[in-house]
């Protein structure tokens, strides 16, 4: 029962992200979502250390990420930047939705009992951190129109098309680092926190498109590796 209460705080942030999206409360629908995201940690967490992890917490902690990070950020984009290409700007966030519903059923068939360090594809919590921070920053920023609807709608089809490709992302499950050195992993912790809390519209955009950002860097140098190898050993 507990993993499953933290799950059903997901889905009721992603709902009130629903309700208040459709209101026109964009930060509390954003604030929602990342809400959502701590809830969706916590309840994977909460099973692991309490034994009580089962085939129908996944199921059902999937049906609520797809309501709260595929519906829910959405539904605020296409509120926010979207509503005005009608048509198109629907059917591009229907592309989302349906690519972050592949992209938990992947995960779910893909998913074993151990830890794996990296995602097949971007997480759809980290493509949903994305746009939500996006239009914080886009808010805080005070973009005009032209420029917000363009680039939420570029966003949108670069994240639809991340969260089903095989590009590798690292997932935070194994940090052997942090395990060897809690008390530095500790300070730098408090660190990221102060630094995120002098202005959060901006870093945590910072921080979502990093990640967004690090599966192709990271797919690019193991491609780049891959070439430099063999050109060295004919070489020598």
């Known amino acids: 029962m507990l993993p499953s209460l933290f799950t059903t705080g997901n889905l009721f942030c992603g709902f009130y992200a629903i309700i208040a999206s459709i209101e026109g409360h964009y930060f509390r629908a954003a604030a929602a979502v990342l809400m959502a995201m701590i809830f969706d940690i ?18 059902y902690d999937s049906l609520c990420d797809l309501v709260s990070f595929g519906l829910a950020p959405a539904l605020l984009a296409y509120m926010f930047a979207l509503k005005v290409y009608g048509r198109y700007g629907w059917l591009a966030c229907f592309l989302y939705v349906a690519t972050a519903a592949l992209r938990l059923a992947r995960f779910n068939i893909q998913a074993s009992g151990s830890a794996k360090t990296y995602f097949s594809g971007l997480p759809s919590p980290a493509a949903a951190g994305l746009v939500v921070t ?17 680039a939420i709608l570029a966003m949108v089809y670069i994240l639809s098309y991340l969260m089903v490709s095989n590009i590798p ?5 194994r940090m052997p680092w942090a395990e060897r050195h809690p008390f530095y992993t500790l300070v730098s912790f408090v660190l990221i926190l102060t630094v995120i809390a002098t202005e959060p519209q901006v870093t945590f955009f910072i921080v979502f498109f990093l990640y967004a950002l690090s599966g192709p860097v990271l797919l690019t140098l193991r491609g780049w590796r891959r070439v430099r190898i063999p050109v060295s050993e004919k070489l020598s």
């Open 42 to 59: 916590l309840d994977g967490r909460v099973a692991r250390i309490t034994g009580t992890a089962s085939r129908f917490g996944v199921e």
């Open 134 to 150: 996006s239009v914080l920053f886009m808010r805080w920023l005070g973009l005009d129109p032209p420029v917000k609807h363009i």
């Open 169 to 173: 992302y690292f997932s935070f499950k």
